[in-house]
Structure formats: C-alpha cells, structure tokens
C-alpha cells in the first residue's frame, strides 16, 4: 500500500480553505447567505489560496513602496465591499468556529513557523485576512511593522505678560492722602506713624 504524500503548509491550508468553501456555498443554498456576498467571500478565499501556494512555491516579490503618492483615478482599485468586523465571517457561518480553530493549529505547526519566518511579508498578506475573517489573532510573526512616528515640530512659547503686583489693601485708619500709593511707600510711613513719640524733657 502506498505511503500517503507528506503533508505540506499549502497543502493544508488548501484543504482548510476548500472546507471553508463548502461552509459558504452550503450557507448560500439554505438560503443564510446573500449570493451577492457568496461570490465576494469564495473569491476572498481562493484569492489567499493562490497568494499563499505562490508563497510556498518561493514565487513572491517583496513588495515595492512607491517613491510618489497614488493618485486617485478611473484605474483605482475598487473598494472592499466584504464585512471588517473581527471575526465576521463566524457571524455570517457559525460553522466556520472549526476551520477557525483548525487554522489556529496550522500556525503553530513547524513547517508552516518556518515558512513564515522566510518570508513574514509576503505570509502576512496572505494569513492576516484570513485570521481577521475567523476572529484569531494572527502570531507575532505577521504582525505590521510599527509606522515611524513623525517628529513633532516644536512650536514656539507666547510669551506672556508677568501679573501684576499685588498690594495689600491701605488700612481704614490710614489718612486719605495714602490711599492708592504704592505698598513700598505706604508700609514705611505707617510704620513711623504708629511709633510713639519721643518724650520730652
């Protein structure tokens, strides 16, 4: 009897993928499901199976930043009409919690730690909608780089008037004529004012 094939990481991924399939086409004919949706997941997922065979195959470019920002026109491309919800695809098929927890198991696997350690980008496209769309966290491996903060321009302080000089008000048994001087002068005056006066002979 022949021995079975060695199993590989896109090889399992393909079949988890296929059953995830199955899951939605099933959802789609019972009626759970819009086939509008149906088209745009089955199209989701076979579009990560063919990125991630490529992958394994060593068949990826590292990809480009472009040197000029893109500039919106009629070769845009279209917007994502699926769902981005953590976990969406669980909400859409329930049954999806097993290929979830199948998948979960495969990251763990030597082969495929291996895989995405040569080539975490390329991994990471491919893996992180996948993870999103069954609500599991993908490993650290894939995880997006840190964007570099851009420094902050230091802005100039106003600078602001000193307060002004707060005078104790005049006493009520001060004369007239002290009320509203400085308090430099006044305490001075009221201190010899209140001093008595010499004795006489």
């Known amino acids: 009897?022949?021995?079975?094939?060695?199993?590989?990481?896109?090889g399992n991924l393909a079949a988890?993928?296929?059953?995830?399939?199955?899951?939605v086409v099933t959802q789609?004919?019972?009626?759970?499901?819009?086939?509008?949706?149906?088209?745009?997941?089955?199209d989701r997922i076979r579009g990560i199976n063919q990125l991630f065979a490529r992958i394994a195959a060593g068949r990826f470019f590292p990809r480009r930043r472009?040197?000029?920002?893109?500039?919106?026109?009629?070769?845009?491309?279209?917007?994502?009409?699926?769902?981005r919800k953590f976990g969406w695809l669980r909400f859409l098929v329930p049954e999806a919690v097993q290929s979830a927890g199948q998948l979960d198991n495969l990251?763990?696997?030597p082969q495929m730690v291996a895989l995405m350690q040569a080539a975490p980008g390329p991994a990471g496209r491919a893996l992180r909608p996948l993870c999103r769309m069954l609500g599991l966290r993908p490993p650290e491996i894939l995880a997006l780089p840190a964007k570099p903060r851009k420094p902050r321009e230091k802005q100039p302080r106003a600078k602001r008037d000193p307060p002004p000089p707060h005078h104790p008000p005049t006493?009520?048994?001060?004369?007239?004529?002290?009320?509203?001087?400085?308090?430099?002068?006044?305490?001075?005056?009221?201190?010899?004012?209140?001093?008595?006066?010499?004795?006489?002979?």
């Open 16 to 23: 988890l993928l296929r059953r995830l399939v199955h899951l």
């Open 66 to 83: 472009p040197t000029a920002p893109r500039q919106a026109g009629p070769a845009a491309k279209p917007a994502n009409r699926l769902p």
């Open 1 to 10: 009897m022949p021995e079975p094939p060695p199993t590989t990481p896109a």
């Open 28 to 42: 789609s004919l019972v009626g759970r499901l819009p086939m509008s949706l149906n088209g745009l997941i089955i």
């Open 171 to 201: 006493p009520p048994d001060a004369p007239a004529w002290m009320h509203g001087m400085p308090h430099s002068i006044r305490v001075p005056l009221l201190r010899n004012r209140t001093r008595s006066p010499p004795r006489t002979a």
């Open 107 to 109: 990251l763990r696997d």
